[in-house]
């Protein structure tokens, strides 16, 4: 079952701010994982914001893809085969 993102967003806003919720499709596409484009990216600012956000996507049964810095983000992608 996909989660209302409309509606998580509308409860992420108020926990991190309307800023720090973005649902536009070319803002996302810099934080794919696999190719596969996140429908919402939420940047929380504090322990209690991220504690927010863990708990309102877990009510809304949606994944959460922690990114940090998003240095190592492609570390646990699998090789492609090699064609030598």
Do not use: Y
């Amino acid at each position: 079952m996909q989660p209302d993102l409309a509606g998580l967003r509308a409860q992420l806003e108020q926990v991190v701010g309307v800023e720090h919720a973005v649902a536009d499709r070319p803002a996302a596409l810099k934080f794919s994982v696999d190719g596969i484009a996140p429908g919402l990216v939420v940047q929380p600012g504090t322990q209690d914001e991220v504690s927010g956000v863990l708990a309102a996507c877990a009510a809304a049964n949606a994944a959460v893809v922690p990114w940090g810095g998003g240095a190592a983000m492609g570390l646990g992608n699998p090789r492609a085969a090699r064609t030598w």
